[in-house]
T-cell receptor, first 115, second 114 residues
Framework: EAGVAQSPRYKIIEKRQSVAFWCNPISGHATLYWYQQILGQGPKLLIQFQNNGVVDDSQLPKDRFSAERLKGVDSTLKIQPAKLEDSAVYLC?????????????FGPGTRLTVT | AQTVTQSQPEMSVQEAETVTLSCTYDTSESDYYLFWYKQPPSRQMILVIRQEAYKQQNATENRFSVNFQKAAKSFSLKISDSQLGDAAMYFCAYRSEYNNDMRFGAGTRLTVKP
């Protein structure tokens, strides 16, 4: 079974530029998560999708971050414009469904550096 | 809001010996799930073990076991017969029964010495 795929693996941009990350979850997984992991910290949930609908985006900085999962499969996360504090690893995860007990499978992450 | 605390930023263990990683959490809920995730240098997080709060029996997965103390809100991970491949960041995580927000601790970096 193929795992969660993410691209690019690394990205360096200047502040005020825009950037997009892509995630392809495990086939058949209805729930998709985007996390931000700042160096030295644990991951923080940014947004959760159930199929193509948003379940939770309470911690997404909506003035600059956006995410979509149009066909209920792969997803993109965009930052526009980027700030220095957005430097982090962005992790995508998926699970068979939401709710109790379902394991989340993580992708390798995208390391973003904002200069 | 639920918080997860890992008080050991770094731990080291000799190969073949046993090490225990600590985790405490704060919640007012009675039903929840606790997890330990491993993140090797390649950054791909993998689930090590999980515990349902309603289960009194401590979870075990081969060399990995937990000591779940619900009243004390403590959830430690014991790694027996440590191997070089166990070296990684270990994250403790909490998830409510009532929503899907996974809360992670800051992590413990485990070094295994040959």
């Amino acid at each position: 079974e193929a795992g969660v795929a993410q691209s690019p693996r690394y990205k360096i941009i200047e502040k005020r530029q825009s950037v997009a990350f892509w995630c392809n979850p495990i086939s058949g997984h209805a729930t998709l998560y985007w996390y931000q992991q700042i160096l030295g910290q644990g991951p923080k949930l940014l947004i959760q999708f159930q199929n193509n609908g948003v379940v939770d985006d309470s911690q997404l900085p909506k003035d600059r971050f956006s995410a979509e999962r149009l066909k209920g499969v792969d997803s993109t996360l965009k930052i526009q414009p980027a700030k220095l504090e957005d430097s982090a690893v962005y992790l995508c995860a998926s699970s068979l469904n939401s709710g109790r007990g379902y394991e989340q499978y993580f992708g390798p992450g995208t390391r973003l550096t904002v200069t | 809001a639920q918080t997860v605390t890992q008080s050991q930023p770094e731990m080291s263990v000799q190969e073949a010996e046993t090490v225990t990683l600590s985790c405490t959490y704060d919640t007012s809920e009675s039903d929840y799930y606790l997890f330990w995730y491993k993140q090797p240098p390649s950054r791909q997080m993998i689930l090590v073990i999980r515990q349902e709060a309603y289960k009194q029996q401590n979870a075990t997965e081969n060399r990995f076991s937990v000591n779940f103390q619900k009243a004390a809100k403590s959830f430690s991970l014991k790694i027996s017969d440590s191997q070089l491949g166990d070296a990684a960041m270990y994250f403790c995580a909490y998830r409510s029964e009532y929503n899907n927000d996974m809360r992670f601790g800051a992590g413990t970096r485990l070094t295994v010495k040959p």
